[in-house]
């Protein structure tokens, strides 16, 4: 008897023992993914204009089917909405305007501001996913007909 209220206690401090790494683990790669989510918005601040101008095209989408993706500009559109450029980022791609709230939601539930947020982020998503797809189906018309 005393084994076994020995080895219940044992896996009952195991249990809450991983499930406080598994805790940690989360907050940890969350922090990760927001920081390496602002990194990579302030970097694309601070790349020039010029850049965009310059560089080839790597959408394999567009190198196979001859059409836009649903993506493609969203680089150019995201450089342009940061600098505060609007019709243009609009031009280059429309789903930035829903994309600008998801990552904005993201680095909020990042920095653990509240939990609460947790109960929109499928409107968001659904929201972007819905955007993209028009965003197809608008290049999939203009490619047929020109």
Same mark, same amino acid.
């Given at each position: 008897?005393?084994?076994?209220?020995t080895f219940?206690k044992l896996?009952n401090?195991m249990?809450?023992?991983?499930t406080?790494?598994?805790?940690?683990?989360?907050?940890?790669?969350?922090?990760i &993914? /927001? !920081?390496v989510l602002l990194?990579?918005l @302030?970097g694309l601040?601070f790349i020039?204009?010029s850049?965009?101008?310059?560089?080839p095209?790597l959408?394999l989408?567009?190198?196979?089917?001859g059409?836009?993706?649903?993506?493609c500009?969203?680089t150019r559109?995201?450089h342009?909405?940061?600098?505060?450029?609007? &019709? /243009? !980022?609009?031009q280059f791609?429309?789903? @930035?305007?829903t994309?600008l709230p998801?990552?904005?939601?993201?680095?909020?539930?990042?920095l653990n501001?509240?939990d609460?947020?947790?109960?929109?982020?499928?409107?968001f998503y659904f929201?972007?996913?819905v955007t993209?797809?028009i965003n197809y189906?608008?290049?999939?018309i203009?490619?047929?007909?020109?």
């Amino acid at each position: 008897m005393l084994k076994i209220a020995t080895f219940g206690k044992l896996q009952n401090v195991m249990h809450h023992f991983m499930t406080d790494i598994a805790i940690r683990q989360t907050s940890n790669t969350r922090t990760i &993914s /927001t !920081a390496v989510l602002l990194c990579g918005l @302030v970097g694309l601040f601070f790349i020039p204009d010029s850049f965009f101008s310059q560089s080839p095209i790597l959408c394999l989408h567009r190198q196979l089917f001859g059409f836009d993706c649903p993506g493609c500009g969203m680089t150019r559109a995201l450089h342009s909405l940061l600098h505060l450029r609007f &019709s /243009t !980022a609009f031009q280059f791609n429309f789903a @930035v305007f829903t994309l600008l709230p998801v990552l904005t939601l993201e680095i909020f539930l990042g920095l653990n501001f509240t939990d609460r947020l947790y109960s929109i982020r499928p409107i968001f998503y659904f929201l972007l996913c819905v955007t993209l797809t028009i965003n197809y189906v608008l290049h999939l018309i203009n490619f047929i007909n020109p």
